[in-house]
Every structure is written in C-alpha cells, then in structure tokens.
C-alpha cells in the first residue's frame, strides 16, 4: 500500500518511520568492508532516502510532508520521527532544486 493511500496521517507516519528503519536495517546487515565499524551516517542514508522518495511512486509528496508535519506531536520532533521526517523534508527539497 502507497503512502498516499493511507487514510490516517498517525498510519503514514508509522509506514513512513517502518520504511526506514528498514532502510537502515537492509544497510547495516550488508557487510562492506569500507564500513565494517561504523554505523550508517546522514550522509550515508541521505542519498539512499532520496532514491526511495524517487521511486516511491508518491502522489503529493509536498502534501504528504506537510500533513505529516502537522499531525506530529512536537515531543516526537526531537526523536528519531522527526529525524526522519527532516529527512523527508531534506528529500523533497533535493528533488525540487534537481
């Protein structure tokens, strides 16, 4: 199910936070020599979130960023949802100056 067809923003939020977390999960679970020791960085998952923004196939994804913006507690920004959704944010903006 596409992130634009979810009925509740609390339903995009999780999907949302899910998907990355797999991205971060897929990424840490490939053994690369060059990153064996390190943790995956902004500038590491950056590009890959771009990728996935891309691909997505989202319908409105300027919409979508800000009705999850909207609907987010502002004790939730300063975790990992609203780290994720700065990178969202972060996402869109590449792709809008591209």
Do not use: Q
Not at 1 to 9: I, N, R, Y
Not at 40 to 45: E, I, S, V
Not at 56 to 74: N, Q
Request: charged share 20%; hydrophobic share 45%.
């Amino acid at each position: 199910m596409s992130l634009s067809m979810l009925s509740l923003p609390d339903h995009a939020r999780t999907r949302t936070s899910t998907a990355l977390d797999e991205i971060f999960k897929n990424c840490g679970e490939k053994n690369l020599e060059w990153r064996e020791n390190s943790a995956l960085t902004a500038d590491d998952y950056l590009p890959i979130h771009i990728y996935v923004v891309v691909k997505s196939g989202l319908k409105r994804p300027l919409v979508t960023k800000e009705l999850l913006g909207a609907m987010i507690h502002p004790s939730l920004m300063l975790g990992e949802v609203g780290y994720f959704l700065t990178m969202f944010e972060v996402a869109l903006k590449y792709i809008a100056d591209m």
